[in-house]
């Protein structure tokens, strides 16, 4: 990921109130203002620089930078109201005409658009007048295709917004979507970009968290990850901001790499060799491909032979090695790739198709995403993707999901009361009609997490009497399942594998809003005793007895109905995890000194873990913790001299990203939670 610059840079600096800023001269309007400007605060610094020349309308230069600021935050039309004041003074705001043109564009007023284009091309003596034009010209036709495509729109496309247990007022991306409820992506909250995870329940998209069992990196922006067909590999992109580098509004470098999967832990990151990261380019956005024994992975990428600012590029390696030994990157030619920018690529292997993002080719907006037919530099012409997928703003990061029913893509635009304004990317969900319904999922061992690559599985019809008559049974090689289904019917499904118990569920596929229905299965080993199953419902006898440290008579928690939900793997994040042994530990606080057994990893370096509560009886399946599962990994310590244990959430390795933590947890019911800080694997204390 390349970042902007508005997401490296914590804001510190709270709005002016209307009263205050009335007695703010225009002269500390646009002092505050440059200031702001210079932390690239430029929200703040656009009102600043707008309040300032209200007061002091001769000095045509701060609406100007308001407009400037506006424009960097992608509020369009804000920014077309600023640049409107001055947007025929070209001569002392270099293109100023042009940019609100663009603003007007993206602001989805078309005609407008087209007039102001045309208007600026006419006026226009400066330099570079033949580039312009052309320039223009595709300007012009992206507002005439704005004009035309919503008489074509797919009607059988449904896009939603994916709510805001995954979306927030900072930029989420990279949506890559393991199983039909199951998501991965990336945001930059907190302040710094990295991964996350989501669970769908039901309808809704659970809170997203820090992916449990994936590696710890403490420095840069990690972001932009893809899983390899196969799942046994991610690549991702790890990125830093560089001093006196610009890529458009872009302030960062970015390199690939790759953690690899054994069981349940993912290895500590490699770096793609040196003749994929370039020194001072830019490598992003990989997407994987396996064809014909080679895993491919397409790229974004600014390095020599580009044709414009970023191009899609591809690499490969012979799957039936595990090494790093790539073929030199390989530009994908210009069907794909143009003078502009090109990223996001994602392939549909099933369809042959690449999807990408570019502002080089024809569009509505400003990044409209693409999708040409083909492979390695042979490709299709690019063709637009089309109403609703695309938008007046931004547009890109588009990919779908396994069944190919639907999918996901990223955009700014404005979305009804969910998403009022254009300044911050989201991840939009897609779901396309007409398709047919299917029943689907992945099996996994129950005692390790790990797939389980043998499966039969049976697909019952239910009868209203209780009868059932089988409909379906195949063998599955890939640790997955899938069977098209009827509408309005009732079902049973029955996996089973040599080695291990068989497992069924049912389901009703009565919702019309719905076309996959499932839920991975976990099938427990003969040879081992089987656990507590956890979705069984407590009595309120057999209820967790909670007892909060330092806070008495607690009340009892009662169970509620059990909830389906897909369990992750109850790991830890850090690559220098210990194997799982129990060890004691002396804290290194004044006011604890009790000695604790534990088995959690021990990382070093300071970290913070949040105190849910101390309890007589740990019941881990107890929907008590189940309800905070989403948002961390669940330690426990045993206080040897009180026959207490603790349960804490973990691990949290930035103040910022631990309080979060600490908010959800108090609105899951521990109010009384608190944050403890740890060093090198050792319990401190606690942060006020």
């Given amino acids: ?130 580039i312009l034009q052309d320039i223009i010209s595709n300007e012009i036709k992206g507002c005439e295709l704005g004009l035309a495509l919503p008489s074509g729109a797919r009607s059988d496309l449904e896009l939603l917004f994916a709510g805001t247990n995954v ?11 393991v199983s039909n409820n199951q998501l991965y992506f990336s945001s930059s909250k907190g302040g710094k970009a990295r991964i996350y995870v989501s669970t769908k329940v039901g309808k809704t998209w659970a809170r997203a968290a820090v992916p449990a069992n994936f590696p710890v990196i403490q420095n840069g922006h990690f972001a ?57 380019i830019t490598s992003t956005h990989p997407t994987v491909v396996h064809r014909s024994g080679l895993e491919i992975v397409y790229f974004a990428s600014n390095r020599d032979g580009t044709r414009g600012g970023m191009d899609i590029w591809f690499i490969s390696r012979d799957l039936a090695k595990d090494d790093l030994d790539f073929t030199f990157p390989m530009n994908l030619g210009p069907n794909v790739n143009t003078l502009g920018d090109e990223l996001t690529p994602y392939y549909n292997r099933d369809e ?44 890109f990061g588009y990919v779908e999901n396994s069944s190919h029913t639907g999918g996901f893509l990223v955009s700014n635009r404005a979305f009804g009361g969910e998403k009022p304004n254009t300044r911050n990317s989201d991840i939009f969900e897609f779901t396309v009609e007409g398709r047919s319904m299917t029943v689907q999922g992945n099996v996994y061992a129950r005692q390790t997490g790990e797939p389980i690559a043998n499966v039969e599985v049976a697909l019952y019809e239910l009868g209203g009497n209780g009868n059932k008559s089988e409909l379906n049974r195949r063998l599955f090689d890939n640790g997955s399942y899938i069977f098209e289904i009827a509408k309005g019917s009732r079902y049973e499904v029955e996996v089973s594998s040599p080695g291990y118990l068989t497992d069924v569920y049912q389901f009703a596929a009565d919702d019309a809003s719905v076309l996959t229905y499932g839920q ?88 913070y873990k949040v105190q849910l509560a101390a309890v007589s009886k740990f019941k881990p399946n107890s929907s008590v913790f189940r309800k905070v599962k989403n948002e961390g990994r669940l330690d426990t310590e045993l206080i040897i001299d009180r026959g207490l244990t603790r349960v804490l ?16 947890a108090k609105r899951s019911g521990f109010p009384k939670a608190y944050l403890v800080k740890y060093e090198d694997g050792i319990r401190h204390d606690k942060v006020r």
């Fill in 352 to 395: 042959n198709k690449l999807y990408f993002s570019s502002n080089g080719h024809i569009s509505i907006g400003g990044f409209d995403i693409f999708k040409v037919q083909g492979e390695d530099v042979n490709w299709t012409a690019a063709e637009n993707a089309g109403l609703p997928i695309n938008s007046p703003a931004d547009d």
């Fill in 1 to 130: 990921m390349m970042l902007k610059r508005a997401t490296l840079i914590i804001l510190v600096l709270a709005v002016a109130t209307p009263m205050f800023a009335q007695k703010m001269s225009w002269r500390k309007h646009r002092k505050l203002a440059d200031e702001l400007y210079g932390k690239a605060n430029y929200a703040e610094a656009a009102e600043n620089y707008e309040a300032a020349w209200k007061k002091k309308k001769r000095k045509k230069e701060l609406i100007f930078k308001a407009g400037e600021s506006y424009y960097l935050i992608k509020d369009y039309r804000k920014a077309a109201a600023a640049y409107l004041e001055v947007k025929d003074e070209n001569d002392d705001y270099p293109l100023v005409g042009l940019k609100y043109a663009r603003c007007l564009k993206q602001d989805g007023q078309y005609e407008k658009a087209i007039k102001e284009f045309r208007a600026f091309s006419d006026t226009y003596t400066g330099d570079g007048k033949a």
């Fill in 649 to 664: 959430l973990a691990d949290f390795f930035s103040l910022v990203e631990a309080k979060e933590a600490l908010k959800a």
């Fill in 167 to 177: 979306n927030t007022d900072e930029d989420e991306f990279a949506p890559f979507p």
């Fill in 224 to 280: 932009n990850g893809s899983f390899s067909p196969d799942g046994d590999r991610y690549y991702f992109t790890i990125c830093n901001a560089e001093k006196d580098k610009n890529y458009g509004d872009l302030t960062s470098r970015c390199e690939l790499f790759v953690t690899k999967k054994s069981g349940n832990q993912w290895s500590r990151p490699e770096r793609l060799p040196d003749y994929v990261n370039l020194e001072k």
């Fill in 520 to 607: 991975p299965v976990f099938l427990a080993s003969l040879e081992i005793e089987e656990p507590e199953n956890p979705s069984s419902e407590l009595s309120k006898n057999d209820a967790t007895e909670i007892i909060l440290e330092d806070v008495p008579n607690v009340p009892v928690f009662e169970e509620p109905e059990p909830v389906f939900e897909e369990p992750m793997p109850d790991t830890n994040p850090s690559v220098d995890a210990n194997s799982g042994q129990e060890y004691e530990v002396t804290p290194k606080s004044a006011s604890d000194k009790y000695i604790y057994r534990t088995s959690a990893p021990r990382h070093t370096g300071t970290y």
